[in-house]
């Protein structure tokens, strides 16, 4: 199972065993202040033999860290740390209660037409610090106690930037080239997985929202109460239409 923002789907959607559970745009630094557990849909139910791998930290590493820290008087590295011992005490509360096995995604490359340029010098400053960011943020959670599915060399170049042809042309690595995805859940987790190939774009692949039992049965219950209804008095189906106009 995958659990998070938009790269739980775009970064697991062409492993075939994988149940995305795509949870928005929800960042690292919600995780943490909120609890993991509060972003966990009721319909997302782990049990023991199963492997959760959560996937936070691109938008904080692409959007917040540098203007947090920029705010706090203090560098871009130094505000990733701090978010991430956040987030270390927030898995390590998770991890005691939930019975799968857990893994992190690494925070994949950046696309430079997506950063944040405002606050910085020039455009090379900028990508620097977003290299150093995310490297950071990567080593921290390589070191979080728990598996880390790092794919980044399958898809980066020198400069920490995404190779185009491997990106959906936004932020995210397009899953229909998932090999490296695939060696590295590998090399991970010691267990075999296999490929395929998702449909473009692979958001019908993410699990619906959660419905309650009730609401499931109201909707049943309506949607027979109609088709009877229709069944009984068709000329109620019927579309009227207007006589031609001449001209």
């Not at 202040?33 to 492997?51: E, F, H, M, Q, Y």
């Not at 977003?130 to 728990?146: C, L, P, S, T, Y």
Request: charged share 25%; hydrophobic share 40%.
């Amino acid at each position: 199972m995958t659990l998070g923002d938009s790269h739980s789907l775009f970064s697991f959607a062409g492993i075939a065993e994988a149940k995305i559970y795509w949870h928005g745009p929800r960042t690292m630094h919600r995780a943490a202040r909120d609890g993991i557990a509060s972003l966990v849909p009721k319909n997302c139910r782990t049990v023991s033999g199963d492997v959760l791998v959560l996937s936070f930290g691109e938008i904080d590493s692409r959007v917040h860290v540098a203007r947090v820290a920029r705010r706090n008087g203090r560098s871009s590295v130094e505000e990733a740390d701090a978010l991430c011992d956040r987030f270390q005490a927030a898995l390590d509360q998770f991890k005691a209660r939930c019975p799968a096995r857990l893994a992190l995604a690494c925070i994949g490359p950046f696309n430079p037409a997506y950063l944040e340029y405002e606050g910085y010098e020039n455009e090379e400053a900028c990508r620097a610090d977003a290299k150093a960011i995310r490297d950071r943020m990567n080593d921290r959670m390589a070191k979080m106690g728990v598996a880390f599915v790092d794919f980044r060399a399958g898809y980066s170049n020198p400069d920490g930037s995404i190779i185009p042809s491997l990106s959906d042309n936004n932020v995210h690595i397009d899953p229909r080239h998932s090999e490296p995805v695939l060696a590295a859940l590998k090399q991970a987790l010691g267990a075999q997985f296999n490929l395929r190939q998702p449909p473009w774009p692979p958001h019908s692949l993410a699990e619906k929202p959660y419905q309650s039992p009730w609401k499931r049965f109201r909707r049943a219950v309506r949607a027979k109460v109609k088709g009877w209804f229709f069944r009984a008095f068709p000329h109620f189906g019927k579309t009227h239409r207007l006589p031609p106009q001449g001209n």
